[in-house]
């Protein structure tokens, strides 16, 4: 139980983090997440059916758990998340058939606090202008995932006089600059975690001391008129130790993920463009837990990366892309589960290279077409595939739009995401997806949208690889294929000049098959509803709030029976039983201090106002009764309680 107290902690304090607005987007209170026409896109919008908008005038106001970019596009519909992790997942998909781009880069694992299932992304929300969420039926340029991407693009420009923000709170300190040097700028993100300091002062039989902290760098160099020239490097470290009573649930870990890339831009015309990219990682976890497990890795890549973008007329555009990467792995697994015994030990390398041609045509006003062709080859196992993606959009008036979108998603399994913990030490087949998208979108004045989509989407050739870290029983399945399914409903709008709202609606369903049956997906939800309402108070004052609530998720149930003289715990069949349904309210006053030179940004918000003991899950306790024996006590694990929060910062 402390240990899910002092997890508790850990987001009360991670709440408290602080970031900067720009002030140049602080007039954009009621922007809408519209779709928008952007350049080399065709003009009836995007031709995905599945992508929304965050402005950043909104990311900087919603109540979130730790001030998280991934935070903000969980309140999405679609997208199943909880409360202790910052990874998400996709119409019913697991939590690694995302991926996610950082200014046009892949990233690997951009997660800290490991130990606790990620629960924080290395993404500072400070430095982030914009997030573009693919939740299907995306093209073929935006690469292999199997259910979405997470597009996310930095702010900074080449400036004539520094800016940046600083904040600081109990736990964390950051720091973003971005200044001019001659001819270019610099965007620096600095950020700092320091919980081990606060639990130093807690009266406790066991140890937590978690630590975290990255950087973040973008170098901006304009060399021509025609040519622009970055360099970006990121870089995230984390450590940990825990030590309970005993032995058996001792952790002490120390991780490593660092990665650097640089991008030419050439503007060919003012309808073309070209982007070269090189870059380098590496990642390091060493791990120890219990008695005698281990998981130590190293992991490093480099690669190229190229993409044109070629308008052949106003109407017609080509886009294609290429991308070769190297890789190589160790690995030192080992843990002994309940008598289960998990053990790799293995070097794996590998190249693979993938790349896409597609074409964005603008048939006339009403309608328009993105047809695409995807490969791509896995040296590391010999595996190859060739992915078709097409979508159409057709606008009969000026506020009203139908999409359609069929696509192939196969995803590598890649020489630096080996699923070990599950004894898989070779390569395995791609995992294959099939997208079926339809959607429809009504926007009657340009402060009102109302959009529908359904999606079907078949599965093939499944490897689970996320672990649900908690006190229950780490039960594993190993699925084959699987379907999802589901009609999703979105609204936003702004009625009144103080007053914005958007609504989100899903009804979906997913299940996966084992070899013996059919079961629900760990993501399954059926019902999931979010609202979310943001009021212009005072003078450059906000007040926000989010209420969600979902349908019970599924788990397998498990029990106690007594054997003999031994106890022997037991279980239902998988994912057949529903927790109790999940709602919560959440509620931020954001106030801004404007200054002759720089401005003082500050808030206070309420984690579930109403205090609602939301189920995460179930786990049994050894007792002793007065007479001696031994019994095994249910507990009932709960997400976050009530959690006031506040923080600041100082923007110059």
Same mark, same amino acid.
């Given at each position: 139980?402390?240990?899910?107290?002092?997890?508790?902690?850990?987001?009360?304090?991670?709440?408290?983090?602080? +970031?900067?607005?720009?002030?140049?987007?602080? =007039?954009?209170?009621?922007?809408?997440?519209?779709?928008?026409?952007?350049?080399?896109?065709?003009?009836?919008?995007?031709?995905?059916?599945?992508?929304?908008?965050?402005?950043?005038?909104?990311?900087? &106001?919603?109540?979130?758990?730790?001030?998280?970019?991934?935070?903000?596009?969980?309140?999405?519909?679609?997208?199943? %998340?909880?409360?202790?992790?910052?990874?998400? #997942?996709?119409?019913?998909?697991?939590?690694?058939?995302?991926?996610?781009?950082?200014?046009?880069?892949?990233?690997?694992?951009?997660?800290?606090?490991?130990?606790?299932?990620?629960?924080?992304?290395?993404?500072?929300?400070?430095?982030?202008?914009? !997030?573009?969420?693919?939740?299907?039926?995306?093209?073929?340029?935006?690469?292999?995932?199997? /259910?979405?991407?997470?597009?996310?693009? =930095?702010?900074?420009?080449?400036?004539?006089?520094?800016?940046?923000?600083? @904040?600081?709170?109990?736990?964390?300190? %950051?720091? $973003?600059?971005?200044?001019?040097?001659?001819?270019?700028?610099?965007?620096?993100?600095?950020?700092?975690?320091? $919980?081990?300091?606060?639990?130093?002062?807690?009266?406790?039989?066991?140890?937590?001391?978690?630590? +975290?902290?990255?950087?973040?760098?973008?170098?901006?160099?304009?060399?021509?008129?025609?040519?622009?020239?970055?360099?970006?490097?990121?870089? !995230?470290?984390?450590?940990?130790?825990?030590?309970?009573?005993?032995?058996?649930?001792?952790?002490? #870990?120390?991780?490593?993920?660092?990665?650097?890339?640089?991008?030419?831009?050439?503007?060919?015309?003012? &309808?073309?463009?070209?982007?070269?990219?090189?870059?380098?990682?590496?990642?390091?976890?060493? *791990?120890?837990?219990?008695?005698?497990?281990?998981?130590?890795?190293?992991?490093?890549?480099?690669?190229?990366?190229?993409?044109?973008?070629?308008?052949?007329?106003?109407?017609?555009?080509?886009? /294609?892309?290429?991308?070769?990467?190297?890789?190589?792995?160790?690995?030192?697994?080992?843990?002994?589960?309940?008598?289960?015994?998990?053990?790799?030990?293995?070097?794996?390398?590998?190249?693979?290279?993938?790349?896409?041609?597609?074409?964005?045509?603008?048939?006339?006003?009403?309608?328009?077409?993105?047809?695409?062709?995807?490969?791509?080859?896995?040296?590391?196992? @010999?595996?190859?595939?060739?992915?078709?993606?097409?979508?159409?959009?057709?606008?009969?008036?000026?506020?009203?739009?139908?999409? /359609?979108?069929?696509?192939?998603?196969?995803?590598?399994?890649?020489?630096?995401?080996?699923?070990?913990?599950?004894?898989?030490? #070779?390569?395995?087949?791609?995992?294959?997806?099939?997208? +079926?998208?339809?959607?429809?979108?009504?926007?009657?004045? %340009?402060?009102?949208?109302? *959009?529908?989509? !359904?999606?079907?989407?078949?599965?093939?050739?499944?490897?689970?690889?996320?672990?649900?870290?908690?006190?229950?029983?780490?039960?594993?399945?190993?699925?084959?294929?699987?379907? !999802?399914?589901?009609?999703?409903?979105?609204?936003?709008?702004?009625?009144?000049?103080?007053?914005?709202?958007?609504?989100?609606?899903?009804?979906?369903?997913?299940?996966? &098959?084992?070899?013996?049956?059919?079961?629900?997906?760990?993501?399954?939800?059926?019902?999931?509803?979010?609202?979310?309402?943001?009021?212009?108070?005072?003078?450059?004052?906000?007040?926000?709030?989010?209420?969600?609530?979902?349908?019970?998720?599924? +788990?397998?149930?498990?029990?106690?029976?007594?054997?003999?003289?031994?106890?022997?715990?037991?279980?239902?069949?998988?994912? %057949?039983?529903?927790?109790?349904?999940?709602?919560?309210?959440?509620?931020?006053?954001?106030?801004?201090?404007?200054?002759?030179?720089?401005?003082?940004?500050?808030?206070?918000?309420?984690?579930?106002?109403?205090?609602?003991?939301?189920?995460?899950?179930?786990?049994?306790?050894?007792?002793?009764?007065?007479? @001696?024996?031994?019994?095994?006590?249910?507990?009932?694990?709960?997400?976050?309680?009530?959690?006031?929060?506040?923080?600041?910062?100082?923007?110059?």
């Amino acid at each position: 139980m402390r240990s899910k107290i002092i997890l508790i902690v850990i987001f009360v304090l991670v709440t408290g983090v602080v +970031y900067g607005e720009d002030k140049s987007e602080q =007039s954009e209170v009621y922007q809408l997440g519209e779709i928008s026409v952007s350049p080399g896109r065709f003009s009836i919008g995007e031709s995905s059916p599945s992508l929304y908008i965050i402005p950043k005038s909104q990311m900087d &106001k919603l109540p979130l758990i730790d001030n998280d970019i991934y935070r903000v596009v969980q309140n999405l519909p679609g997208v199943v %998340s909880d409360d202790f992790s910052a990874r998400f #997942s996709l119409r019913g998909g697991d939590r690694n058939e995302i991926t996610v781009r950082l200014d046009g880069m892949e990233l690997f694992d951009p997660y800290h606090l490991q130990d606790f299932g990620g629960a924080i992304s290395i993404i500072d929300l400070g430095i982030v202008r914009q !997030a573009d969420l693919f939740t299907g039926g995306f093209p073929a340029e935006y690469g292999d995932a199997m /259910s979405g991407i997470l597009d996310i693009t =930095s702010g900074s420009e080449v400036i004539d006089k520094i800016k940046g923000n600083a @904040g600081i709170d109990l736990i964390n300190a %950051s720091m $973003i600059i971005n200044a001019p040097i001659f001819n270019s700028s610099l965007l620096t993100s600095i950020r700092t975690g320091y $919980i081990d300091l606060l639990m130093g002062l807690m009266q406790s039989d066991e140890i937590f001391k978690p630590k +975290y902290y990255d950087v973040y760098n973008k170098f901006i160099h304009n060399i021509s008129p025609s040519d622009l020239l970055s360099v970006y490097v990121l870089y !995230a470290g984390d450590s940990d130790l825990i030590d309970r009573i005993g032995l058996e649930d001792d952790i002490e #870990s120390d991780y490593k993920n660092g990665m650097i890339w640089g991008r030419w831009n050439h503007l060919i015309n003012d &309808k073309s463009y070209w982007n070269s990219y090189v870059f380098f990682g590496k990642a390091n976890r060493d *791990k120890k837990e219990g008695i005698d497990g281990k998981d130590i890795r190293s992991a490093s890549y480099f690669g190229l990366k190229d993409e044109i973008s070629y308008g052949i007329s106003k109407d017609i555009n080509i886009k /294609s892309g290429f991308r070769w990467q190297f890789a190589t792995a160790d690995y030192d697994y080992y843990l002994n589960k309940n008598d289960v015994i998990t053990s790799v030990n293995t070097n794996v390398d590998g190249w693979d290279m993938n790349g896409y041609v597609q074409s964005e045509w603008n048939i006339n006003k009403w309608l328009a077409s993105n047809v695409g062709l995807r490969f791509l080859y896995q040296n590391f196992g @010999g595996y190859y595939s060739i992915m078709p993606r097409i979508a159409l959009a057709f606008r009969p008036s000026n506020n009203i739009t139908f999409r /359609s979108a069929y696509g192939k998603y196969d995803q590598p399994v890649q020489v630096i995401n080996l699923p070990v913990e599950e004894g898989v030490d #070779s390569p395995k087949p791609l995992e294959k997806a099939t997208h +079926y998208v339809l959607s429809a979108e009504y926007m009657p004045k %340009s402060n009102f949208l109302i *959009k529908t989509e !359904a999606y079907y989407k078949q599965s093939d050739n499944l490897i689970g690889r996320i672990i649900n870290y908690g006190r229950k029983e780490r039960y594993f399945i190993s699925p084959k294929s699987g379907t !999802a399914k589901g009609i999703e409903l979105y609204i936003n709008q702004s009625p009144l000049p103080r007053l914005s709202y958007g609504l989100g609606y899903a009804l979906s369903k997913s299940d996966v &098959k084992t070899d013996t049956e059919t079961i629900p997906r760990d993501y399954d939800r059926r019902h999931s509803f979010t609202l979310n309402v943001d009021y212009a108070v005072l003078v450059d004052g906000w007040i926000n709030l989010i209420w969600r609530y979902h349908s019970g998720d599924p +788990y397998t149930k498990s029990w106690y029976e007594k054997v003999g003289d031994k106890w022997e715990k037991k279980y239902g069949t998988p994912n %057949s039983d529903r927790l109790p349904p999940y709602h919560s309210l959440d509620v931020r006053f954001t106030k801004n201090y404007q200054f002759k030179k720089w401005s003082l940004n500050f808030y206070f918000q309420i984690m579930n106002l109403y205090n609602r003991k939301n189920v995460h899950e179930y786990s049994f306790s050894e007792m002793t009764d007065a007479e @001696g024996n031994v019994y095994y006590q249910k507990n009932t694990e709960g997400f976050l309680p009530i959690l006031p929060t506040l923080g600041l910062n100082v923007q110059f």
